[in-house]
């Protein structure tokens, strides 16, 4: 139950005066292709996860102009009248094509594909950008994070440290999506069944007379699910022993063994070894240990390695800012247009910086995949008419070091980019969030462990095919 609101004008304002130029130039109707892809993963990882293609869509479904955005663009009074009266009956009636939310996606290789009109495609970029780009940095962020517990549940906690209330509700999405088990987040629960978890605060324990009657009362209210902060004072003095006391005298006579403690402070590698001792000699080995704490991906796995016994992780301000690499960087640029005979033409950006160069014409991308191990090993940009020759060996260069390169035999072709729009009317089976984290979780498990390590990852091979190549080369020479 996604609480509607009319975000179309939740835009840079040159897209309003270039649609505005186009219209008046009568270049408005012009087909264009224009592409989403980004330039570096964050952290220096090995792949990227994308997200966001459902907000995206529910946009682009929702396009409209209301009277009083015409009126506010109208007292700008540098819009003609005529395009003003486009507006009113303005929706999108192009094609989009995109990668399925969830999916492991590199560098330089479009992972949405717009072809509409140029106000049309125009105007989309900044939605689309922010939704791709938040959405994929938190849901790349949560796997590390997920991926250094080895197995152990994260719960997402960071809600009071996102940047606005639309970070923290679409931000625990993407963490589920990434793979967290759960969010503090209630709305997110509500909205998109990501399943929130909590139980108190420290504030909850300062409230009563004593920290046993706080934990006992506790234990009363939610037998099935106590978790008992032991920090608020000393946790071996007094929190853990209070802890015990409270399961004994309520838990255990109900036959309850679902119970935790949470450590949210201290050395919590030491305090989480004695904590499992002392709960071990008091008869509770079952009852598990959950921390918290100003987390992220080196210190859980540093956690880990030193052997902190530790049953699941909550992790807050890391995760849901990403705080080590905050920025996704995707960028929307033009690919191609169409000529009045519907010829597509190729068009590139140049820059002195190599890296800025963007790969032209409409596009295609398939993943190549190992038939043996069934591993991914390269993905490959094709124009948008090629179909990738699996039956002969195929051969694929390194994107940063050309002269490397390997040649790939009994190999499987998969396109990546899925149509969601055409003609405007959406084709695409927006799939359960649940289904989407399952399928997020398969796509991990087809890259090597190479690429998924942390520090230095393996380099995927991302390649241009030779036709593609060729054009962009050929458009270089032609502009020098």
Same mark, same amino acid.
């Given at each position: 139950?996604?609480?509607?609101?009319?975000? *179309?004008?939740?835009?840079?304002?040159?897209?309003?005066?270039? /649609?505005?130029?186009?219209?008046?130039?009568?270049?408005?109707?012009?087909?264009?292709?224009?592409? %989403?892809?980004?330039?570096?993963?964050?952290?220096?990882?090995?792949?990227?996860?994308?997200?966001?293609?459902?907000?995206?869509?529910?946009?682009?479904?929702?396009?409209?102009?209301?009277?009083?955005?015409?009126?506010?663009?109208?007292?700008?009074?540098?819009?003609?009248?005529?395009?003003?009266?486009?507006?009113?009956?303005?929706?999108?009636?192009? !094609?989009?094509?995109?990668?399925?939310?969830?999916?492991?996606?590199?560098?330089?290789?479009?992972?949405? *594909?717009?072809?509409?009109? /140029?106000?049309?495609?125009?105007?989309?970029? *900044?939605?689309?950008?922010?939704?791709?780009?938040?959405?994929?940095?938190?849901?790349?962020?949560?796997?590390?994070?997920?991926?250094?517990?080895?197995?152990?549940?994260?719960?997402?906690?960071?809600?009071?440290?996102?940047?606005?209330?639309?970070?923290?509700?679409?931000?625990?999405?993407?963490?589920?999506?990434?793979?967290?088990?759960?969010?503090?987040?209630?709305?997110?629960?509500?909205?998109?069944?990501?399943?929130?978890?909590?139980?108190?605060?420290?504030?909850?324990?300062?409230?009563?007379?004593?920290?046993?009657?706080?934990?006992?009362?506790?234990?009363?209210?939610?037998?099935?699910?106590?978790?008992?902060?032991?920090?608020?004072?000393? %946790?071996?003095?007094?929190?853990?022993?209070?802890?015990?006391?409270?399961?004994?005298?309520?838990?255990?006579?109900?036959?309850?063994?679902?119970?935790?403690?949470?450590?949210?402070?201290? !050395?919590?590698?030491?305090?989480?070894?004695?904590?499992?001792?002392?709960?071990?000699?008091?008869?509770?080995?079952?009852?598990?240990? %959950?921390?918290?704490?100003?987390?992220?991906?080196?210190?859980?796995?540093?956690?880990?390695?030193?052997?902190?016994?530790?049953?699941?992780?909550?992790?807050?301000?890391?995760?849901?800012?990403?705080?080590?690499?905050?920025?996704?960087?995707?960028?929307?640029?033009?690919?191609?247009?169409?000529?009045?005979?519907?010829?597509?033409?190729?068009?590139?950006?140049?820059?002195?910086?190599?890296?800025?160069?963007?790969?032209?014409?409409?596009?295609?991308?398939?993943?190549?995949?190992?038939?043996?191990?069934?591993?991914?090993?390269?993905?490959?940009?094709?124009?948008?008419?090629?179909?990738? !020759? *699996?039956?002969?060996?195929?051969?694929?260069?390194?994107?940063?070091?050309?002269?490397?390169?390997?040649?790939?035999?009994?190999?499987?072709?998969?396109?990546?980019?899925?149509?969601?729009?055409?003609?405007?009317?959406?084709?695409?089976?927006?799939?359960?969030?649940?289904?989407?984290?399952?399928?997020?979780?398969?796509?991990?498990?087809?890259?090597?462990?190479?690429?998924?390590?942390?520090?230095?990852?393996?380099?995927?091979? %991302?390649?241009?095919?030779?036709?593609?190549? !060729?054009?962009?080369?050929?458009?270089?020479?032609?502009?020098?």
């Amino acid at each position: 139950m996604e609480n509607k609101r009319n975000l *179309t004008m939740l835009c840079d304002f040159y897209e309003l005066t270039m /649609a505005n130029g186009y219209f008046k130039c009568g270049k408005g109707d012009e087909i264009s292709y224009f592409d %989403v892809f980004f330039r570096n993963v964050p952290d220096g990882g090995g792949y990227a996860i994308a997200a966001g293609l459902e907000q995206i869509i529910d946009y682009i479904k929702n396009l409209r102009f209301d009277d009083e955005d015409i009126e506010y663009l109208r007292s700008k009074r540098i819009f003609d009248e005529d395009f003003l009266s486009y507006l009113r009956e303005f929706k999108f009636t192009g !094609d989009m094509w995109a990668v399925p939310e969830g999916t492991i996606i590199f560098p330089n290789e479009p992972v949405i *594909t717009v072809r509409a009109p /140029a106000v049309e495609a125009q105007f989309i970029e *900044t939605f689309l950008l922010l939704t791709f780009n938040h959405q994929s940095l938190i849901a790349t962020k949560s796997n590390r994070i997920v991926r250094a517990a080895e197995g152990r549940a994260i719960s997402e906690f960071g809600s009071r440290r996102a940047h606005n209330a639309d970070a923290a509700i679409y931000g625990a999405r993407a963490a589920y999506i990434g793979g967290c088990a759960a969010t503090a987040c209630t709305v997110s629960d509500e909205m998109f069944g990501v399943p929130a978890t909590g139980t108190m605060a420290h504030s909850w324990v300062q409230m009563f007379d004593s920290e046993y009657e706080a934990f006992r009362t506790y234990c009363e209210i939610y037998p099935n699910s106590a978790t008992l902060l032991v920090d608020t004072y000393n %946790v071996l003095k007094s929190g853990i022993p209070n802890a015990i006391r409270a399961f004994r005298d309520v838990l255990v006579p109900m036959g309850i063994k679902n119970c935790a403690i949470r450590l949210d402070s201290g !050395d919590i590698t030491y305090l989480s070894k004695r904590a499992r001792r002392m709960l071990d000699d008091a008869g509770f080995d079952y009852c598990k240990i %959950v921390v918290s704490n100003s987390l992220d991906e080196y210190l859980i796995r540093d956690m880990i390695r030193q052997g902190a016994k530790v049953d699941a992780f909550g992790v807050g301000e890391r995760l849901i800012t990403s705080t080590s690499s905050p920025v996704f960087g995707g960028v929307y640029k033009l690919a191609a247009v169409e000529d009045g005979e519907g010829h597509i033409i190729p068009r590139i950006k140049i820059s002195e910086n190599v890296t800025k160069i963007t790969n032209p014409h409409f596009k295609k991308v398939y993943r190549l995949y190992s038939k043996e191990t069934g591993k991914a090993e390269a993905d490959l940009i094709t124009v948008y008419d090629e179909v990738v !020759d *699996t039956t002969k060996p195929l051969e694929i260069f390194d994107p940063d070091f050309t002269w490397k390169r390997k040649v790939m035999n009994n190999i499987e072709a998969r396109p990546l980019l899925v149509e969601i729009f055409k003609n405007g009317e959406l084709v695409y089976d927006v799939p359960k969030l649940s289904d989407v984290r399952t399928y997020c979780a398969n796509e991990v498990d087809t890259m090597w462990d190479e690429v998924r390590r942390f520090d230095n990852p393996h380099n995927y091979y %991302v390649d241009l095919s030779q036709k593609l190549w !060729d054009i962009k080369q050929n458009l270089i020479s032609s502009s020098r």
